[in-house]
């Protein structure tokens, strides 16, 4: 029996032992049913949440006077690349930071290499880890959303750089729009390992519903108000 990890989220579990493989709608139905709920929800959420936005933006500006947004070239559906939004939380020298911190320590690279996060990151700011610990930083990516780069649940976007690691699976990963949220945000997130977030994604692609879709999204409302795993 399949079972998920991490999961301990109430209400609204998403439980891989409830997860039958899709025989509900056809799959270009299904696809078209969630195109317009992306471009639905997304619309009213950045109609609700755009006085938050702008909060935020204008705290971040007033903190280093940097750009408020961070873009990250990100591999999208069929593997084509787009500009992945989110809010600046890290300092304006992060990628020079990073770059002193692997070079001065084996431990640190071998870390990185291993799940490319860091515990206790030295290049987040104060406001940048409330706005994670929210997950608030990724707010920006209901624009993605709009545009069709990313949906609201799917598989995290990832890098070129991690599609090695993904090997065979990523034709999996390129089968979906990459997600704001998706199955191992709610199972985990920060606490799952590189390898439970592949097989998250992988089992994302093959079993993608309208159902599994409003499951996730309704678990990940308990998930980010309890901050359960944010980084």
Not at 118 to 141: F, M, Y
Not at 224 to 230: Q, S
Request: charge should be positive; aromatic fraction near 6%.
């Amino acid at each position: 029996m399949l079972q998920l990890p991490y999961a301990t989220y109430r209400p609204a579990p998403v439980s891989l032992a409830d997860l039958a493989p899709p025989t509900g709608e056809p799959r270009p139905a299904g696809d078209a049913i969630i195109r317009l709920l992306d471009l639905t929800i997304a619309a009213v959420a950045l109609f609700v949440l755009a006085p938050i936005m702008l909060l935020v933006s204008l705290l971040i500006v007033a903190g280093d006077g940097a750009s408020p947004l961070f873009v990250q070239q990100r591999l999208g559906r069929g593997g084509s690349g787009f500009g992945c939004l989110k809010f600046r939380t890290m300092t304006p020298d992060a990628e020079h930071r990073l770059a002193l911190l692997l070079a001065g320590n084996t431990g640190t690279l071998s870390l990185w290499r291993r799940d490319q996060k860091l515990a206790g990151d030295p290049r987040i700011t104060p406001l940048g880890h409330l706005l994670r610990i929210a997950s608030i930083d990724e707010l920006p990516q209901l624009l993605n959303v709009l545009a069709g780069h990313m949906s609201l649940v799917g598989p995290r976007p990832i890098v070129a750089a991690e599609v090695g690691r993904y090997g065979r699976r990523f034709a999996s990963y390129c089968d979906r729009r990459p997600g704001i949220t998706g199955l191992w945000q709610v199972t985990g997130r920060s606490r799952a390992g590189y390898d439970r977030r592949l097989a998250c994604d992988r089992l994302f692609a093959r079993r993608r519903s309208v159902a599994l879709y409003l499951r996730i999204l309704a678990a990940t409302v308990p998930a980010v108000l309890l901050a359960r795993g944010a980084c």
